[in-house]
């Protein structure tokens, strides 16, 4: 089990990553499909069993994504250009089930306030999550829940994001 955290820890910076938007493939459900933004994200599926994002009628419920802490440094910028990396990622699996981040109705997030691979505070901490998410979200917002936690399963990880989407109703 001592090759499952690091190798878990590698799927889940996928946020980190170059996306290859040509191994993008949707797979039909019962009342969905499941979006794989690339060939590394269907290596996770076909490994670890869990879809980066799954719609269930109109809803889509994507998985968390972790911003890591920056391998370049502690600070805020640094951190900043992480998360503009998890939120993209988000963005373009967004598009891929043809939808915008104006169709997010929920983020859940998750923050590692008292990381040492954060030199700030808890409310710098903070304020460079929410000037990333202003940059990518636009009223009307999407409802929030923010949590502190003790760690995330990503040893390097500073911020898990998940977010669900409304696919917007058909029109007659």
């Known amino acids: 089990m001592s090759y499952l955290k690091p190798l878990l820890l590698g799927l889940s910076l996928l946020s980190l990553t170059a996306l290859a938007h040509s191994a993008a493939q949707n797979i039909p459900t019962l009342d969905g499909q499941v979006y794989i933004q690339s060939e590394r994200a269907k290596q996770a599926y076909d490994q670890w ?46 598009k891929q089930a043809g939808l915008g981040t104006e169709h997010v109705v929920k983020i859940n997030s998750y923050h590692l306030f008292n990381s040492p691979l954060f030199k700030g505070t808890k409310e710098q901490h903070v304020a460079a999550v929410m000037a990333v998410k202003d940059e990518f979200f636009k009223a009307p917002y999407p409802a929030w829940t923010a949590v502190g936690v003790a760690e995330l399963f990503a040893d390097q990880g500073l911020v898990e994001i998940e977010i669900i989407a409304r696919k917007p109703a058909a029109k007659p």
Do not use: M, Y
């Open 49 to 94: 069993h869990f879809a980066p994002a799954r719609s269930s009628g109109d809803l889509v419920f994507f998985s968390g994504v972790i911003a890591a802490a920056p391998a370049e440094g502690a600070d805020t910028e640094l951190f900043k250009k992480n998360l503009r990396h998890a939120f993209g990622n988000l963005e373009t699996l967004l």
